[in-house]
């Protein structure tokens, strides 16, 4: 974020190539957006995708550039190769990336659990991009979005435990998800049958669960299995206690949580604050007055996660817990953004820069 910003320009002038796998989906088409705006020339940008938009055209920076297929390409010559496709995808073709020389930034799910395989999110554990990996897990959308809203209370304060509820966007579930809300939000204001096809449920008008499996044994679903392994591996803290509860919303952009952390110092009001907006890549909403805080449009487009209804939790108060160390949050952020693009782009700047820094040593 703010502190990789002064970095750009060493990369522009260091002449990276950079390759975008995925480059026709949402994640792709918004690396390529914040690439350009970090005026990355399109002479340094190579488009990866399936075979079947090999051959078509992107515009960036100014210039069309042809999409070449992923199954026959090399990665000769790329510095850093953003994958944002499957996790097959990531496994079939990361590893020949890595061979051909580039460093590798994966969405996918296909490493992060690997314990040899950094899970990054720069503001927590960019640290462990100083050893030069190869090969980097971008973590998912809804714990990146997390962590790094209480990641400057985990540094003051100190966290024992979370409840966070999750009101995730159609795009999260990609094109097809932005489609079937249109599609759905068009019949109900003609009075046609809303029928769903890509999810199990009617999103237009509705909220469901997460359309992530379901263990049978446990209940958990997908979404929120991601949030609680992703989240002890990043924090190094395989004991955390936290419980997540993942909603999917008509909302097109944007994700939106409901947090509940339990710290292991108490903190006032005043401290929380302080911290909070100490920390780079927040911006705290919160007018009480005005009744203004985190929404998803406000947060659409923006690289900040927005933090708002800052305030103790209302059930501690004269109950079993210290009121100061039981608070409650409010936080929307551009999953597309920060949740996944702006991450992977942020991991690669830091990891370039890493590789100057050994260079020169």
């Avoid at 997390?146 to 995730?168: C, D, K, M």
């Avoid at 097809?176 to 769903?196: C, I, K, N, S």
């Amino acid at each position: 974020m703010r502190d990789d910003e002064p970095f750009c320009q060493s990369v522009q002038s260091e002449d990276h190539t950079w390759a975008v796998v995925g480059a026709t989906g949402l994640v792709g088409r918004e690396v390529l957006s914040i690439l350009e705006e970090r005026g990355v020339s399109a002479g340094r940008v190579r488009l990866l995708a399936s075979e079947r938009s090999a051959g078509k055209v992107m515009r960036f920076a100014g210039e069309e550039i042809v999409i070449e297929s992923v199954e026959g390409a090399s990665f000769a010559g790329v510095d850093a190769a953003i994958f944002c496709a499957s996790a097959e995808v990531a496994r079939t073709y990361a590893p020949r990336a890595i061979e051909d020389g580039a460093l590798v930034i994966d969405n996918s799910s296909a490493f992060r659990l690997d314990k040899d395989v950094p899970l990054v999110v720069p503001e927590i554990n960019g640290h462990l991009l100083k050893d030069g990996p190869r090969l980097v897990a971008n973590p998912n959308c809804s714990t990146i979005i997390l962590l790094a809203a209480l990641e400057p209370l985990r540094q003051w304060f100190g966290i024992s435990g979370i409840t966070v509820a999750t009101y995730q966007a159609m795009s999260g579930a990609g094109q097809r998800g932005l489609e079937e809300l249109a599609a759905q939000t068009r019949a109900r204001a003609t009075g046609e049958p809303v029928m769903p096809a890509y999810f199990a449920e009617p999103c237009a008008g509705n909220v469901f669960s997460h359309d992530s499996e379901v263990e049978a044994e446990t209940g958990v679903n997908g979404e929120e299995r991601k949030i609680i392994a992703e989240s002890r591996k990043i924090w190094e803290d395989e004991h955390l206690r936290i419980s997540p509860t993942c909603i999917r919303v008509p909302v097109e952009r944007a994700h939106t949580q409901a947090i509940t952390v339990e710290l292991r110092a108490p903190a006032k009001e005043s401290k929380l604050r302080d911290a909070l907006a100490s920390a780079p890549g927040l911006a705290i909403v919160d007018d009480r007055a005005a009744n203004s805080f985190p929404t998803p449009l406000k947060a659409t487009g923006q690289d900040d996660i927005f933090v708002g209804r800052i305030r103790r939790d209302p059930g501690s108060v004269g109950g079993q817990y210290d009121h100061d160390l039981r608070w409650c949050l409010l936080v929307s952020a551009d999953q597309l953004r920060k949740g996944a693009a702006l991450n992977a782009v942020q991991i690669a700047l830091q990891a370039l820069r890493a590789q100057v820094s050994r260079a020169l040593l």
